[in-house]
């Protein structure tokens, strides 16, 4: 079956950074778009960044310039390295891969 494992979220203060990692197993993950995506609380699911299977990179305009998704298909592995973080970026984070599977969603919360 499908699984997406998160990891490497947490707390930090603002202007800090965090990467995270998300491991699939049972999906075809190298020939997969994968997406980063946030909810925060009271609001909508929102995407934050996707990369395709050729590493073409997509961000939503309030992470560019800080926020870098990569991927690795030799692990079947995901990254978000999130620098200069914002309050607002508290949120939980969850990986996509191939629009359907979805991970189990990791907390990120940035204090002021």
């Known amino acids: 079956q499908v699984q997406l494992v998160e990891s490497g979220g947490g707390l930090v203060q603002a202007g800090g950074s965090l990467r995270l990692s998300c491991v699939a197993s049972?999906?075809?993950?190298?020939?997969?778009?994968m997406g980063w995506y946030r909810q925060a609380p009271g609001k909508q699911r929102e995407l934050v960044a996707t990369i395709t299977r050729l590493g073409i990179t997509n961000y939503e305009d309030s992470v560019k310039g800080r926020f870098t998704i990569s991927r690795d298909n030799t692990k079947n592995t995901g990254y978000l390295q999130m620098n200069d973080l914002k309050p607002e970026d508290t949120a939980v984070y969850y990986c996509?891969?191939?629009?359907?599977?979805w991970g189990q969603g990791i907390q990120v919360t940035v204090s002021s």
């Open positions: 049972g999906i075809f993950f190298r020939i997969n778009t």
């Open positions: 996509n891969v191939g629009a359907t599977a």
